[in-house]
């Protein structure tokens, strides 16, 4: 009965522990920072309970907005859009140690641009 009881115990604990739903939790909340490369500036989104990212970018050289939009994965890798309409990437991974970093790229305005970004959760 014991051997039972431990085995009960140790699937339930493991089960428990691997659902996905549980990491997503580690990135939900208001994350900013600042991107650099052919323009740069400032940028934040929120991430909700279901991955889902929005939020903006911010350009210091032509003082315009640019949305964000897309989603994060339950191990912190982020795939969004920026751009209104959507004509750019920003993409990068989050940890749970509250800081990110990745790539962004924009076709508009002309010329294209692109560059790098890091932050971290607030």
Same mark, same amino acid.
């Given at each position: 009965m014991k051997k039972f009881f431990l085995l009960f115990l140790m699937? @339930?604990? @493991?089960? =428990?522990c691997s659902s996905e739903d549980d990491t997503i939790y580690d990135y939900v909340g208001t994350w900013s920072g600042s991107y650099e490369g052919s323009d740069? =500036?400032?940028?934040? @989104?929120?991430?909700?309970?279901? =991955?889902?990212v929005s939020g903006t970018m911010h350009s210091d050289l032509n003082n315009e907005n640019y949305v964000i939009s897309g989603n994060l994965s339950p191990s912190g890798d982020l795939n969004a859009v920026v751009g209104l309409p959507s004509? =750019?990437?920003f993409r990068g991974t989050l940890s749970t140690d509250k800081k990110g970093n990745g790539n962004w790229s924009n076709s508009l305005p002309n010329p294209a641009k692109a560059g790098t970004w890091k932050g971290d959760k607030k």
């Open positions: 699937t @339930f604990l @493991f089960i =428990g740069k =500036g400032v940028w934040n @989104f929120v991430v909700d309970t279901e =991955g889902k004509k =750019g990437d």
